[in-house]
């Protein structure tokens, strides 16, 4: 029959081909680095022309952005569906949602998100995305905050405001602990910085809260501090 011999073309869906060339761009930065990969490596990995990669990505940049947005949408997804599944007070689905923050963040076990975000030359995209996470981080927080002023379990004047300064300790303030902790001089000092800066969001999101100190204790184990290591040892301090 005519055209047994031609070879057949494998049509994937959209979506299937995006996360197949995100899934192995990431393995690459995790290998050789963001700067070091090169869009031929990705469209070499999965067999595809270029002009496929470009029609999926404008350019190396915008991968990267879409990169860390799907790590940001995923942990939000998480979040919600832990809220929406919590029980007890408000002020226990707070701790909730940062349970499972953390054990999400945990699982990841990956520090090549935080390498991207504060890469060097990297500031706008890490504002736009902080942006958006924040109006994300807002719709699983709100609620909680709303119960915990009606259950007593937390004491606030202002729902609004008080998810508002919350969620400035969550990425302002972090932000500025990550640019601090960058600025240590050797690995010890970067994870002191780290887990007292921690220890201080924490504390001051109790007090927000008007619970007592310690309600939500800083997750620092073996693991956290491993990964606080590696992350030191991964990163370019001359960023600024």
Known sequence: MAGTGARTRITKDPDVRRDELLDIALQLCRSDGFEAMSVEQV??????????????FASKDAMLEELVGRFGEALFDYLSAAAATGSGSGADRIRALMAAAGGYKL?????????????????????????????????????????????????????????DIVLLLWFEAADQLWMRALAATDVEAFIDVMVSGATAIYQAQERILGIPDGTYAVPVGPQVIEMTRQLYHSLDRKQS
């Open 43 to 56: 469209t070499r990995a999965a067999g595809v022309a270029k002009g496929t990669f470009y029609h999926y």
């Open 107 to 163: 699982a990841q076990a990956d520090i090549t998100y935080a390498t991207f975000l504060y890469a060097s030359g990297n500031l706008p995209l890490r504002h736009r995305l902080f942006a958006a996470w924040r109006e994300r981080a807002r719709e699983v927080l709100l609620p909680a905050i709303r119960e915990g002023q009606a259950d007593g379990s937390l004491s606030v004047a202002s729902v609004e405001a008080t998810t």
